[in-house]
């Protein structure tokens, strides 16, 4: 069964863009989770959604937007980029319930200039 | 609200020693904890995982981790350390206010020297 993949890996932006981030689940995983990793402020939860609405959400600014398809693959936006969202950002999917582990995908490389 | 420890922000160990990664977590009902590995630029691999089944886990990679609810614990050991084992560590607690959201300790960097 093929894992969680990300799209694209690497991404260099200048502040004042916006980007999209691409995440395509494991087959048959509905719930879909977000996390922003970055050496000050570590893993921090984004957001989830499952079946195509957001049911949960972080600590982050309305910039940071997300939405999830009828395919279960879920994509994040970052508006109006500033140099403090370099990070890496990992999707995660799961089946969804109690106890349930979430798998992670290889992470996409946001860098803003 | 929950929330992670995780004591040493680096650990370094002798190929074949004994691994020991701490975690302690603080929750106000019973945890899902979780240990996960992250190999330079790459995601998370889950380890273990404790779901209130039994108190000593046992995970991938010879890895196994023990609940004690007295002591809000919940450490990672390894009897010999191999040089793969060599990248981060994090340990993760989910329940409240929701499973699905992952709160993650500052992670432990264990470096493993010949």
């Known amino acids: 069964k093929a894992g969680v993949t990300q799209t694209p890996r690497y991404l260099i932006k200048t502040r004042g863009q916006q980007v999209t981030l691409s995440c395509s689940p494991i087959?048959?995983?509905?719930?879909v989770s977000w996390y922003q990793q970055t050496p000050g402020q570590g893993l921090q939860f984004l957001f989830e959604?499952?079946?195509?609405?957001?049911?949960n959400k972080g600590n982050f600014p309305g910039r940071f937007s997300g939405r999830q398809f009828s395919n279960s693959r879920s994509e994040m936006n970052v508006s109006t980029l500033e140099l403090g969202d370099s990070a890496l950002y990992l999707c995660a999917s799961s089946l969804r319930g109690e106890g349930g582990e979430q798998f992670f995908g290889p992470g996409t490389r946001l860098t803003v200039l | 609200a929950q929330s992670v420890t995780q004591l040493g922000s680096h650990v370094s160990v002798s190929e074949g020693a004994l691994v020991l990664l701490r975690c302690n977590y603080s929750s106000s009902v019973p945890p899902y904890l979780f240990w996960y590995v992250q190999y330079p630029n790459q995601g998370l691999q889950l380890l273990l995982k404790y779901t209130s089944a039994a108190t000593l886990v046992k995970g991938i990679n010879g890895f196994e981790a023990e609940f004690k609810k007295s002591e809000t614990s919940f450490h990672l050991t390894k009897p010999s350390a191999h040089m793969s084992d060599a990248a981060e560590y994090f340990c993760a607690v989910s329940g409240v206010p929701s499973f699905q959201k992952l709160v993650f300790g500052t992670g432990t960097r264990l470096l493993v020297s010949p």
């Open positions: 087959s048959g995983h509905r719930s």
């Open positions: 959604y499952f079946s195509e609405t957001q049911r």
